[in-house]
Structure formats: structure tokens, C-alpha cells
């Protein structure tokens, strides 16, 4: 089916049509916050769908190429769509879509305390530059789409800017993302100047060319800049303080599509910009893929706020879909180009993936924080009995987050560990260790993540409530409902039936690296690598489900007793049951928290206030068994010493008087005019 | 076409109904070496059938996920006793699904059962859901390492290729990553399916269960179909142990005369490695938990050696 | 470990046949509650749980010893269990004291259905010496229904697996006072 390009740019006109008109409504009627309200989700819903649409078509077959050359210096803005593109615009609207339609409902409280005009216009800014990002096809266009996004997203996160918490979380994101911005502008403008252009294209055409040394540097600098969009260790730490801070259905976009797009950044250099480069490119992200998988769900494990552990899952999966991409670069710089294709299909799968289950997570996450009016896990509990459907959808995406059969991210995790497994087909030793200890990391990190979703939704949903406020919860209304239902329906669809979802991507990644992945699949089940591996999705799913009814069945026919009686815990016989004898989020964390005691360094204190008459009698105890952040000892701590220190020795040159800053201006006039000469 | 249904419905009557003969087994040997006569080795079976015929008392602090994780925890290991190739490598249903598929599975079991456990609100099901998960987790990389190992000398991953290959290969117990992977494997099977030394089976103190302190709240049908599901977790393991690494005897085609042979020899593998499990579990006692990791870490030390050692005499 | 393994696999079986209890008459068997149903159920296999309603310990000793190859209780198809929930039995020790009549109550309604209480020892049939203690809240069968009562101070284990055995189809038991 081939769609011309006509039918494509009056899609992308609907879509940005709707985005600004979504914006401009939300602005112009700030006076009336509930029409405000309205009008611009509703049009960020409807400009979502438009860019699921326009996705979809680009995955079809259709393409654009247009460039409006007055909007911008150096070339304009340059738009196109591949199948990269069109796959990334289908996420962002996947996404996009249910976010928006539940934000209509999520919203309402923030009527008459905070600014919904501002929430609205900057919503519809951030999907229209998200969109526009994936779509750039010059470096300023690119640039300049990428720094809307990241302010956009800023004024979101700051939503609750009255919050103490929120207003550092927004200043850490802020400083994060500029600096990776600086990165990615320097890096672009070193690649502009060795290539001569500032098309993409152009850059695609002269990579060759580049020496080797300055395309090391470029690489080094655009994976800064993309890593810390990404959110992979050591540049994460926006994302565990900015995600919790922004409103629910701003964390879904965030976690599920903004950090994604440092995903579609580091695809583009590694197999469209720069192109193939040295080995140790792949085997650089192979491993901060690893350690960021590992060390972000070992932070999630030992979290009690809900959205802070939802904030560090999306790092580990991060680290999982850098580990697919990785392993891509490096079969590419073997010469294995199927298998290079297989691993970006199991990666992009896995964008995919994330981003449904993530966003499903953290929309569940909002329906309980409008609920219980908390986030802390500590406090929650037995939500299954009060919030009944709210629980199946959060149980659907844990199941599906903790990478078990049949949901769609089994799938893509199994891919994973297929394009790992296979690399034993490149012979250098070096590499083979590091992919032997790479599936090491990525079993780990599967392991650990189910441990760490049955604390999120075990503590959370299950036995008696530890609070008054969750005790009073009430399940949420259905214009929430419904776009978790949606979610959850695709968690399940896309597990049990990829087909479709392979084609497109297999075709995508092809068309990235030039080759056919090495898969086949049909409706029942995928083959990788000619019969080295093989699941049936389907089948799995049908199987479970016939066993699962057929055993109460079974045991009917053999007359067993079916009588139920319900009764008190088995509390060894003790008068009461309350909540205080359950296990807590942090108890159920302690084991982990001690194994991996050398990574958390956990800083214990214990302080006991005696009776002032006798020590037999105690006050009060207090204890604390906090981890500490290596990243702040190591990093950012000496960092932030270092910065201040300069900082002080340049503060120097504001001496506050107008004299001095006078001559300033004649010694910079005279050394252009030397320079310019 | 009929050979091959039968093929998979006697692979799932063998393991449906003779896990418990194999637990029976285990505990009467077990008995024989500390000095007594012990049960029956049908005991089990009567244990079920006792079960099923008393009421389920259900705590009223559970939700729906307390009744139905005996029967997803059931049919997961029905469903995996589909996909281990335990009398022919030409198991038909072997497309389901691959070695990662089947360990996969097995996460599915536990991740329900460590909710169920977390379910009743009690402190004893919320210890043993957490302490199973930590072992669990810290047991998948030396799974995965060894799946590599084995991966690497056959060059797939699927159940019935390892097995036929296997059986090709004259040399293979002379491979030193194959011995490693075998005792690393060995060490995962016991922690997954909660034996000694990682975890008693038939201990009384709440302090020192893992899997049993989940399932303290289930009674009457529930806590037959658990109990069955965890004999048919150890067979599996068992089975696959016995396949994987000492594959001789095991049939390739469906004839009746190599499947009854293969029969005949999948009983004495598994016969022998029970024999082991039981004099390894009178003869040591049960680690301290937060001594678990240790002897977890060693076995993945020994999986990497494994792969290492295919690394280089490739 | 080798020193282990050799001294596990030439220690032989001890087990000492089941003769039955010397003493039989202090075994009730109130036949009432052990009705055929439940013997049909209970078979070959009987997992007891064991409760201590405020005894001395005594009691305790001698149903522990249940358990050493000597008498090995398993090889009838009996098993102790921990939680009240896995358990057919409930086997209740000492007087019941105030603390723990309501504990044994609620054990009592954790255990599923179909369920033997078997008090033994003294004090669990009348308070024993602790009889009209300001403790003592009154004997096992003032707080839950009992089936089968062993008496003695404490019984030797062979008299409580005749007493338990006597609730199952294998066992009669010698001189049952049958109270109908």
C-alpha cells in the first residue's frame, strides 16, 4: 500500500493543527480553568491519534520531505519521516493518546491551585516537539525542537512548583538537559564542520570521511548528550527527582516516549550519522547499558515511593534497550548484519514495550495517588478490595514489566537475550566475555525486577490497608479507567500476538541497517536465527488458560470438596489482626538491601532517648538505614565543590561597577577587530 | 500424528502423577539414613488425597489472587512438563517454546506465589515471599550463564536440540565447562526447588522457611494443588538435569521399543540424582540465609568458568 | 563431611516395631466424634499440629521423642505441621491456662475441616495437678471439643501413638471406653 506523500503532510498539518490550537485554546480561556482544562487534553488526545496515525502510515510504507526555509537560519526546518522516524511517532502517539484523555479526568484537582492554562499549553508543546524531533531532518531544526521539548517538559515537571521537593527536582532536570543540550551542540557543530552540512543526509553521506579521531569525539559527545536525555547511570539523576515531582500522566509521557527519544538519538548516530565505527563504540553501550539495567533496579528495589520506583525501573529498561542497541553496533562492526538487525528489533521492541507498560504503571500510580493523596507505599495497602480494576490493570503491568510469559515483555526481553546469546558468532575474546557477562547482568536485572514489582504491587494492593487515607480509597472514575484499560489490552495483544508489531519493526530495522534481521515469524511463533531459538507466544497463552480452567473442572469430576470458609490469618493465635503485622516495603527490601549492602552503603543510625530519671526506661528511638548515592559521593558531589570553586574565582570579573564593565567592552571591541582583520 | 499426541500425553501423565512418587521417594531414602523406617514412598499420594477431600479455610484478608495462584502455579508445571524432552527429543510441542522460555515460566510460578504469600497480611508470608525472591533473583544470572554454556557447545537453545546433540557427542563428559555447568545447574535446581542446604522442606520454625512460610495460609484443595506443583517443579528440574547433561537413552524417534528404553532410563537418571539430593540433604545442614548468596555466587562463578572454558578450547 | 556420610550409611534402622501401648486404659476414645467418616478420610495419613495450652513441657518432651527413629511416627503416615492450617489434628498438651484458652479456640477454627482433637497427658483431661489454680482456666474440653484423651503425667510416647493411631482405620484400640 503505498501512501502518497500528500495524504502524510495533511496528517502532520491535522496533528500540529491540533497540538496549537489545543495550546492556544488552553491559553485563551485560562480564565474558565474547567473549559481550559478540557480543551487543551482534548486536543492533545486528538493530536496524539493523529500522530499514532501518521506513525502508522510512515511504518506503511508512506514517507514526507518537506522544508520550510524561512522559520529558521541555516537551512529551516527540514521534516521527513523513514521508518525510524515513523516507529518513534507511533510511540509517542501510543502513548500520548490515553495519557492525555486520562489527564482530563486527573487534572480536575488541580483546579484553583494550580495554573491548568499553563498545563495544557505546555502539554500540547511538549508532544508537538516531541513529534518534531523524531521528524528533523537538519541539525537546527533538531536542536531547536530538542530544547522546546526539554523546556516544555520543565513547566510540567514544575507543576506543583509550591512543593520544596519539586522545585529541586526541577532545577536538577533543568541544569541535566542543558548540559546534555551543550554536548549535543557541540558534537552536531563538530560533525557540521567535518562534514560540511547541516542536513542529515549530508552528514550520512560524508561520515567516511571524518577522521577517526574527531568521529570518536563525536560519538563520545552526542552519547553524553543522548545518555543524559536517556537517563543511564551516571547522567540519571534527574530522573528518580523529576518523575515523581511531575503530575502522573506527564511521568507516563516522560518515562514511556522523552526518554525514549535519547534512544532514537543514539540510533541515529550509530547507524545513520556516523556510520560503522570502531568495535569498541558498541561494547562501550553494551556495558553502560548493563550497569545501568543493574543499578537502576537495585535503586527501585529499595525505594518506598511508588513513582520514585517506577522512576528507576525506566532506567533499568533503559539499560536493557542499550544493551539491544549495543550488541547491534557491535554485530555490525563484526559484519553480521542480520544479526545486528535482530538485536535492534529486539530493542525497538522493547521501546515499544516500555512504553505502554511504563505509561500503564504510572497512570496506575496517579489513580492510586489521587486515591490515597500518597505516594509512599508505606501507607497503602489493600487497594485490590477498594480499587478493584484499577489493581487487574497494575497487576497487568507489573506482570508485563517483570518480563513473564505471556505478556509483551517477555518478548522482548526473550529477543534480547537471543541477540546476546547469539554473539558467540563474533571471535574475539574480549567481546564474547563482555557479551558472557552482559547476559549475566541482563538475567540479574530480570530477576531482580519481578522481586521488585511484587514489593510495588504487593504492598501496595494487597492485604490490609496501613493508613486511614487508604483505607477510604475509592476506585477512580472511568474517564481513568479507560485508558489503563486500553493500555492493558495492549500489553496483552502485543504478547500474545507480535505479528504485526514484527513486521513493522523488521522492516524499520532493515531499512536502518540494510539488512533483514535474522527471524522468522507467523502468527504462532518466532524463530531467530534458523531454529537456535523459538517461542510461541500464542500458544503459551492458549495453553495457560485451558490448563488454568480445566483443573477446577478437573477436580470437580473427582468429587474433592469444594466447600470455602473464611476465617481469621493464622497469627500463631494471637487476639488481633492489624496492619502494623504486615510486612512493610522496606522489610520486604531488607534482604536485598543487605546482599548488595556494598553498592547501597547504607548509612545506619540509631539514636535512644533514655528516661531523664533512669536508663531502663526509654523515650523515643529513631533509626535510619538510608542508602547512600554513590553518584553524589563520586561524581556530582566533587563536581558541584568544583564548579562552586570557579564560580567564586569568575566572580571576580563582576565587580559591580559600570567602569570596569565599560572597559570590558572596548578590550572585546579591540581583540575582534585585531582577530577580524 | 497420533504418536505424537501420545508422546506428549505420557510425558504429561509421567509427570502429573509421578512427582509424587518422586517426592515419596526422596523422603523414605532420607529416613533409611538418619536410622528410621519413614513413610511410604505412596504417602504423598495419600497426603493428596486427604487434602482434597477437607475444606479451605481462606484468610478474609485475601483477595482473588489467594484462590487463584494454586491453579496458574499447577498449570505452569503442567505446561513445562510439555515442553522438557524427557523420553524423545522429537517432543512435539518443543515449539512452544526454548530453554529461556521454560525458566521464564518458572518465574511466572513464583512471582504469583510471592504475591499469595504477601497476600494474608501476615508477617510470615511476607518473610517468605522476600526471601524467596532474593534467591530467586540472585539464582537467575547462574541459570542464564549456564543456558550460555550449554548454547555455546550446541549451538542452540532449543530443548531437544541440546538433547539430541547431547546424545551425538561421545566426548562430552570429557568437556570440563560441561562438568562446571552441570554442578552449577545442580546448585540452581536445589534453590528453586527449596532443599537443603538452602531450604529445609520439612522444617516447624516460621524463622527458617522460604517456600513453606508462603504457603502457610493455604489449606484443603489449594494446598494440594501446591503441594503437587512443587513435586512436579522437582521432577522437572530433576528431568532436566538428567536430559540436558547425560543425555544418553533418551529416544529419537517415537517407536515404542526406544521410548519404553528411554523410559526405563530417564527413571534411573532421576533415581540417581534424588539419591543425591537426599544424601546431600542428611548430610548437611541448611546455610544461614544471608549465606544463600554466597553459595549462589560460587555456582555462577562456576557457570562463567564454564563458558570461558568453551571460550577457549573452541 | 566424609566422617559424616560414612557414620550416616553404617548407622542402621533403629525403628522399634509398633507393639501397642502397655496401658491402654488410659486411652478414651470418645467414638462419638471419631466416626467412621472421618476414619475413611483420615486413612493413612494424618498431619497433627501440636498445641501447648500452658503445659509444663513435660508432655512436650514425650511427643517429640515421636519423631527420633526409635519410634518414628512417619512410617504410619502421620506428620507434624507447623501451620494449624495444614493440620487434620490437633494434639493439645497442660491445663489451659487463661492466656491461652482463646489462642486454642482460634487454632481450633484455623484448622480446616474435618478435625481430631486428642488432649494429652493429665492435665489436659481434668487441669491435672494444676486443678483449681488461679491460672488455670479449665481442662482442653471446656474450650474445644476433644476426641480421644491420653492420660498420664507425663504418657510415654508409645501410649500417644496408640492414642493418636486410634483415631486412624489401623489401629483399635486395646480397652476403648466407649462412651455413647
Known amino acids: 500500500m503505498i501512501i502518497n506523500q500528500t495524504v502524510m503532510l495533511n496528517l502532520l498539518a491535522a496533528m500540529l493543527a491540533s497540538f496549537g490550537a489545543g495550546a492556544a485554546g488552553a491559553l485563551l480561556s485560562a480564565r474558565w480553568p474547567r473549559v481550559s482544562r478540557v480543551i487543551g487534553h482534548s486536543f492533545a488526545f486528538v493530536g496524539s491519534t493523529l500522530a499514532l496515525a501518521l506513525g502508522l502510515a510512515g511504518l506503511a510504507g508512506g514517507t514526507i520531505s518537506v522544508t520550510v526555509a524561512q522559520i529558521l537560519p541555516v537551512g529551516g526546518v527540514a521534516l521527513g519521516i523513514d521508518r525510524l522516524s515513523a516507529f518513534f511517532v507511533v510511540v509517542i502517539g501510543v502513548v500520548a493518546a490515553p495519557s492525555s484523555f486520562y489527564a482530563i479526568g486527573y487534572t480536575r484537582e488541580y483546579e484553583g491551585r494550580h495554573s491548568l492554562a499553563g498545563m495544557g499549553a505546555a502539554l500540547n508543546l511538549f508532544l508537538a516537539s516531541m513529534s518534531l524531533v523524531v521528524m528533523a531532518r537538519n541539525a537546527l531544526t533538531f536542536l531547536a525542537m530538542w530544547e522546546a521539548m526539554s523546556l516544555a517538559s520543565y513547566f510540567l515537571v514544575m507543576t506543583e512548583h509550591r512543593d520544596r521537593e519539586t522545585e529541586r527536582a526541577g532545577w536538577v532536570y533543568f541544569v541535566m538537559t542543558h548540559a546534555g543540550f551543550a554536548c549535543l551542540l557541540v558534537g552536531f557543530l563538530l560533525l557540521a564542520g567535518a562534514t560540511n552540512s547541516m542536513e542529515f543526509a549530508g552528514w550520512q553521506a560524508a561520515a567516511e570521511s571524518v577522521s577517526p579521531a574527531v568521529r570518536n569525539l563525536i560519538f563520545v559527545l552526542l552519547g553524553l548528550g543522548f545518555g543524559s536525555k536517556a537517563g543511564v547511570i551516571p547522567l540519571h539523576i534527574w530522573l528518580p527527582q523529576a518523575h515523581p515531582a511531575a503530575p502522573s500522566h506527564v511521568s507516563a509521557l516522560m518515562s514511556g516516549v522523552m526518554i525514549k527519544l535519547g534512544i532514537y538519538g543514539l540510533a541515529r548516530v550509530a547507524f545513520d550519522w556516523l556510520g560503522a565505527g570502531p568495535s569498541w563504540w558498541g561494547g562501550a553501550l553494551l556495558v553502560v547499558g548493563a550497569v545501568s539495567a543493574v543499578l537502576g533496579v537495585l535503586y527501585a528495589m529499595i525505594d518506598s515511593d511508588l513513582k520514585r520506583l517506577l522512576a528507576y525501573s525506566s532506567v533499568e529498561n533503559i539499560g536493557i534497550i542499550l544493551m539491544g542497541v549495543g550488541a547491534a553496533m557491535s554485530f555490525q562492526s563484526y559484519n553480521l548484519p542480520a544479526l545486528a538487525a535482530l538485536a535492534l528489533v529486539a530493542s525497538l521492541y522493547h521501546v515499544l514495550n516500555h512504553a505502554v507498560f511504563k505509561s500503564l504503571l504510572f497512570l496506575g500510580a496517579g489513580a492510586i495517588l489521587q486515591s490515597t493523596h500518597t505516594r509512599n507505599m508505606e501507607e497503602m495497602g489493600g487497594l485490590i478490595k477498594r480499587m478493584p480494576q484499577t489493581a487487574v490493570f497494575f497487576l497487568i503491568g507489573s506482570v508485563a514489566i517483570a518480563a513473564l510469559p505471556p505478556f509483551n515483555g517477555f518478548i522482548s526481553e526473550w529477543l534480547t537475550f537471543q541477540s546476546l546469546l547469539l554473539s558467540f558468532q563474533i571471535s574475539a575474546k574480549v567481546i564474547n566475555l563482555t557479551f558472557a557477562l552482559s547476559v549475566a547482568a541482563l538475567a540479574l536485572t530480570s530477576g531482580l525486577a519481578a522481586a521488585c514489582f511484587i514489593k510495588a504491587f504487593g504492598i501496595s494492593f494487597l492485604a490490609l490497608p496501613r493508613s486511614e487515607h487508604a483505607g477510604h480509597a475509592r476506585e477512580v472514575g472511568v474517564a481513568m479507567r479507560a485508558p489503563m484499560a486500553l493500555l492493558a489490552g495492549m500489553c496483552i495483544v502485543l504478547g500474545v500476538a507480535p505479528l504485526a508489531v514484527l513486521r513493522f519493526l523488521s522492516s524499520t530495522s532493515s531499512e536502518l541497517i540494510g539488512s533483514a534481521p535474522d527471524l522468522h515469524f507467523n502468527w504462532t511463533s518466532i524463530v531467530a536465527n534458523d531454529s537456535f531459538a523459538i517461542v510461541s507466544p500464542l500458544w503459551i497463552a492458549v495453553a495457560l488458560v485451558a490448563l488454568v480452567a480445566s483443573i477446577p473442572i478437573a477436580l470437580r469430576i473427582f468429587r474433592t470438596n469444594t466447600a470455602r470458609r473464611y476465617y481469621e490469618t493464622w497469627g500463631c493465635g494471637r487476639a488481633v489482626q492489624t496492619a502494623r503485622f504486615e510486612y512493610t516495603a522496606t522489610s520486604f527490601a531488607n534482604p536485598f538491601k543487605r546482599v548488595f549492602s556494598l553498592l547501597y552503603r547504607p548509612v545506619k543510625e540509631l539514636e535512644i532517648e533514655f528516661h531523664p530519671e533512669s536508663r531502663f526506661f526509654v523515650r523515643t528511638i529513631s533509626y535510619r538505614n538510608e542508602a547512600r548515592s554513590i553518584f553524589y559521593d563520586a561524581i556530582y558531589g566533587p563536581m558541584n565543590r568544583l564548579l562552586r570553586a570557579l564560580a567564586e574565582r569568575v566572580r571576580l570579573l563582576q565587580s559591580g561597577n559600570v567602569h570596569v564593565y565599560l572597559l570590558y567592552i572596548l578590550v572585546a571591541l579591540v581583540v575582534l577587530l585585531i582577530i577580524a582583520r | 500424528m497420533t504418536g505424537r499426541i501420545l508422546i506428549e500425553v505420557i510425558q504429561l501423565l509421567m509427570v502429573a502423577l509421578g512427582a509424587p512418587l518422586l517426592m515419596g521417594s526422596v523422603r523414605k531414602l532420607k529416613a533409611r539414613l538418619q536410622g528410621r523406617r519413614g513413610p511410604s514412598v505412596f504417602q504423598p499420594y495419600r497426603d493428596l488425597r486427604k487434602l482434597l477431600a477437607k475444606e479451605a479455610v481462606i484468610s478474609e484478608n485475601t483477595s482473588w489472587i489467594f484462590r487463584f495462584t494454586p491453579y496458574l502455579v499447577a498449570s505452569v508445571m503442567l505446561l513445562s512438563a510439555l515442553l522438557v524432552p524427557m523420553l524423545s527429543t522429537r517432543t512435539p510441542l518443543g515449539f512452544i517454546g526454548n530453554i529461556i522460555v521454560l525458566m521464564y515460566l518458572l518465574l511466572l510460578a513464583t512471582f504469583f506465589l510471592a504475591l499469595a504469600g504477601l497476600d494474608a497480611g501476615s508477617a510470615f508470608g511476607g518473610m517468605g515471599s522476600s526471601r524467596e525472591m532474593i534467591i530467586a533473583a540472585l539464582a537467575e544470572p547462574t541459570v542464564m550463564i549456564a543456558i550460555f554454556a550449554i548454547a555455546l557447545r550446541v549451538g542452540s537453545t532449543s530443548l531437544d536440540e541440546i538433547v539430541r546433540r547431547g546424545a551425538d557427542d561421545s566426548l562430552l563428559l570429557l568437556n570440563p565447562g560441561h562438568l562446571l555447568a552441570f554442578v552449577a545447574f545442580f546448585i540452581v535446581a536445589l534453590a528453586e526447588t527449596g532443599r537443603l542446604p538452602i531450604d529445609n522442606p520439612s522444617t516447624h520454625l516460621e524463622l527458617t522457611m522460604i517456600h513453606e512460610a508462603m504457603i502457610l495460609e493455604y489449606s484443603g484443595r489449594h494446598l494440594a494443588l501446591i503441594e503437587w506443583a512443587a513435586a512436579m517443579k522437582l521432577l522437572l528440574f530433576l528431568a532436566l538435569l538428567s536430559n540436558l547433561f547425560f543425555p544418553w537413552g533418551v529416544a529419537s524417534t517415537l517407536e515404542p521399543l526406544p521410548v519404553a528404553i528411554a523410559f526405563a532410563a530417564l527413571v534411573l537418571k532421576i533415581g540417581t540424582l534424588a539419591a543425591a539430593v537426599a544424601i546431600l540433604e542428611t548430610s548437611t545442614a541448611k546455610l544461614r540465609l544471608f549465606r544463600v548468596p554466597e553459595l549462589l555466587s560460587g555456582s555462577f562463578t562456576l557457570a562463567l568458568l564454564a563458558v570461558i572454558s568453551f571460550f577457549f578450547v573452541r | ?180
Do not use: W
Open chain 3, 1 to 180: 563431611m566424609t566422617i559424616l556420610l560414612r557414620k550416616i550409611l553404617k548407622a542402621p534402622v533403629v525403628t522399634e516395631p509398633d507393639l501397642g501401648s502397655l496401658d491402654d486404659r488410659q486411652i478414651e476414645v470418645i467414638a462419638r466424634q471419631i466416626d467412621y467418616q472421618s476414619r475413611k478420610l483420615f486413612g493413612r495419613s494424618l498431619h497433627i499440629r501440636e498445641v501447648d495450652a500452658g503445659s509444663c513441657n513435660g508432655c512436650e518432651i514425650e511427643i517429640a521423642a515421636l519423631n527420633n527413629p526409635y519410634y518414628d511416627l512417619e512410617r504410619f503416615g502421620l506428620r507434624f505441621v507447623a501451620s494449624p492450617r495444614h493440620a487434620d489434628c490437633l494434639l493439645v498438651t497442660g491445663p489451659v491456662t487463661r492466656n491461652m484458652a482463646d489462642p486454642l479456640r482460634r487454632t481450633y477454627e484455623a484448622t480446616p475441616a474435618l478435625k481430631i482433637v486428642i488432649a494429652v497427658g493429665d492435665c489436659a483431661r481434668d487441669c491435672g495437678i494444676f486443678a483449681g489454680a488461679y491460672g488455670v482456666f479449665g481442662p482442653v474440653s471446656s474450650v474445644v471439643p476433644v476426641d480421644v484423651v491420653v492420660g498420664g503425667c507425663p504418657p510415654t510416647p508409645q501410649m500417644i501413638l496408640s492414642g493418636i493411631l486410634s483415631a486412624l482405620t489401623v489401629h483399635e484400640p486395646k480397652q476403648g471406653i466407649d462412651r455413647e
